[in-house]
């Protein structure tokens, strides 16, 4: 058995998405595994558990592995929670403080003949039009209890409603990778073995299976709300919803028909899950009002990040609403207003005009191509891992890639991906950018994040050993597949390649010798190639202290300050108690960045910068006075991040 520490990075904390992958990655290992955290241990395979855990961005949990593949699965897991990159997105924060009036006099107002039904604040905006119902029947748990003969019947009726529900819980065709994510880490919480034995557990106590599902949710539903965390506590509610769609299951109760929905409309709703919310052609929905529901709730979440006014937690308007046939909804201000009156009619349409040009100027601002005041072109482009971030980076208005971490296709596998598999996944990013530029970092691994199939001897300093360009460099095995993948990728679009971890001159010369053999095999082969650039990334002072020699064999730079940072300041990225020296505004480190643009732009070469300074407001500035022309970053700061290089 082993056992290791890791300061969890992903952002806002292992909620439902992250713990989801968590448990996902888990179970890709035989070993069992496990994470603790004050005492409390989970298993790392169960989503729910690993939840039920609450543990926050910040803090530190122990993550144990006991098995055939411990090391392994142990370095992938850690990897995965300390990685601020990580591939989930966090919850976007509580809107209730930031939309909640103060006084009556901050409210919109009304005509005086309506009234105001009052919930909470779930997704910003106004809205106005048709009213579509939607108020799920009442399901009563206390049935009789089972003879013991009909218990395997039970435990069989169970399994079909799982796998009924699991297979309804299926995303609209049009929902983004968000949506898609969310309905994922549902239907992991469907799977959960524990939550299956719990409720298999009270059939065989004689429990029915509509009692067992309805009453193992409310257990699991109130662990969730008696968490700390307001987030946490929300997921009482995705507990609840999953429980009554299996009671409904068990029952033979359909599922809730958006279908129906065949005009924009507005959706009064007793209760909305995050499944139901899943199937919405969003299209047609110009708002929610919905009864239950915080701020927290999924159905907030989801609202927020599509941009939908709602109003959760209504907690008196059942009737009025089922009544309405208009619906006046004021998502920034929590409340609703039924069958509207024309001054108020002619008050929401105003403010939804006033509110379509904020809009506009937010969507036009994020696809543009942005200037500085002197007139000079900035490249805003995102940091990806996976072919999954495409889209994300695509919406948010990404330039072209400035990083892609191949590390992660190689991490999550069981064997090395063959060249092929590695040429589709670059080819496709490549084909998705059109002509934009797709920086593509070769393989950066080491024995502080070992890879199946490449055997990593235990070293006392990993971050100080062999990893990165170093490591390749004595694979060729592991190394020319990559290469040749990139060189055949590079001839379906604008690919560029980017060597990690360089310290010395010698490195880039020798990985640009084996690319030219690559190149020179895959042209006998009678296979197209491209002509990519070659890029080096600066991360070590080394590298920053002989730039002006890298910078003459080299196309580009990229400056990956998070481990620049690391290296100048000797202090290691990852400990909590050295994040004030672990700062790319440290004046050693901006220095580094200074002196690395200065010795490349004296030699013709562009620099760009794709360590978590590039999204940082207060450094891109100052980045940018250094002659950087490139900023990479996660895909959800390029709008903002444009923003500011208009305004230098
Ligand atoms: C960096 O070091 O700044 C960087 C971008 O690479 P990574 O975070 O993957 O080490
Ligand atoms: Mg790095």
Redesign the pocket.
């Known amino acids: 058995m082993i056992e290791r520490q890791a300061v969890i990075r992903m952002q806002e904390g292992l909620h439902a998405r992250p713990a989801a992958e968590l448990a996902k990655l888990a179970k890709t290992y035989e070993s069992t595994l496990e994470i603790v955290k004050d005492g409390q241990t989970a298993s790392a395979k169960s989503t729910v558990k690993i939840m039920l855990l609450g543990v926050k961005e910040g803090e530190t949990i122990t993550i144990r592995a006991n098995g055939s593949d411990e090391a392994q699965a142990l370095e992938s897991l850690i990897k995965l929670v300390s990685d601020e990159h990580g591939q989930s997105s966090p919850p976007s924060p509580p809107a209730a403080a930031k939309t909640q009036p103060k006084s009556a006099s901050d409210l919109l107002p009304l005509g005086s003949h309506v009234a105001r039904i009052q919930g909470v604040a779930g997704g910003d905006g106004v809205a106005i039009g048709p009213v579509f119902t939607y108020f799920a029947q009442t399901i009563h748990p206390n049935r009789p209890r089972l003879a013991v003969d009909d218990v395997p019947a039970a435990l069989a009726r169970l399994h079909l409603a799982l796998a009924d529900v699991a297979g309804s819980l299926e995303p609209a065709p049009q929902a983004d990778e968000e949506t898609r994510a969310i309905v994922e880490a549902l239907r992991d919480m469907l799977a959960d073995p524990e939550i299956i034995a719990d409720i298999e557990q009270r059939i065989r106590d004689r429990a029915d299976p509509v009692t067992a599902v309805l009453e193992s949710g409310a257990a699991l539903a109130s662990r969730f709300a008696a968490m700390e965390s307001e987030y946490f506590q929300t997921r009482a509610e995705d507990m609840a919803a999953l429980a009554r769609r299996l009671a409904e299951s068990l029952l033979g109760i359909p599922p809730a028909d958006f279908s129906r929905m065949k005009t924009p409309s507005v959706i009064a709703a007793g209760t909305l899950s995050a499944l139901d919310f899943a199937k919405l052609d969003l299209a047609h929905v110009l708002g929610l009002v919905i009864c239950e529901g915080g701020p927290t709730s999924h159905i907030a979440i989801m609202a927020r990040a599509h941009g939908i006014p709602a109003v959760v937690g209504v907690e008196h308007g059942a009737d009025v609403l089922k009544a309405a046939r208009m619906l006046a909804v004021n998502g920034t201000e929590g409340y609703a207003v039924a069958d509207p009156d024309e001054v108020t009619t002619t008050l929401f349409a105003d403010r939804i005009t006033r509110e379509q040009e904020m809009q506009n100027a937010l969507i036009a601002f994020r696809d543009i191509h942005p200037r500085m005041k002197s007139g000079r072109a900035i490249e805003v482009a995102a940091n990806i891992g996976s072919l999954a971030e495409v889209e994300s980076a695509i919406r948010h208005g990404a330039m072209g890639v400035g990083l892609f971490r191949t590390e992660f296709l190689f991490m999550q596998r069981k064997t090395l991906p063959t060249e092929d598999e590695q040429y589709a996944v670059y080819s496709k990013a490549a084909e998705a950018f059109g002509g934009q530029p797709v920086v593509i970092r070769t393989l950066?691994v080491g024995g502080d994040k070992p890879i199946a199939g490449i055997d990593v001897p235990q070293e006392d300093n990993p971050f100080l050993g062999w990893r990165?360009i170093r490591m390749c460099l004595d694979k060729p095995e592991l190394f020319n597949p990559q290469l040749r993948a990139l060189l055949r990728a590079a001839a379906h679009g604008n690919v560029k390649i980017m060597f990690?971890?360089i310290s010395v001159l010698e490195e880039l010369t020798a990985a640009k010798a084996l690319l030219r053999e690559c190149a020179t095999a895959l042209l006998r082969e009678g296979k197209s190639i491209g002509k990519p650039e070659i890029g080096v990334?600066i991360?070590t002072p080394a590298a920053v202290m002989c730039a002006g020699e890298i910078a003459a064999e080299a196309d580009f730079f990229s400056i990956?300050t998070?481990?620049?940072t690391q290296y100048t300041m000797a202090a290691d990225r990852g400990h909590p108690k050295l994040a004030s020296l672990n700062r790319a505004d440290q004046p050693a480190v901006l220095r580094m960045i200074e002196l690395a643009c200065k010795e490349a732009i004296a030699k013709g070469k562009w620099v760009g910068v794709c360590?978590e300074a590039a999204g940082t407001p207060a450094l891109i500035p100052l980045l940018l006075s250094f002659g950087v022309s490139e900023l990479s970053m996660s895909p959800a700061l390029i709008p903002r991040a444009k923003k500011i290089v208009t305004e230098c």
């Open positions: 950066d990165g990690p971890m990334m991360e990956g998070n481990d620049l360590g």
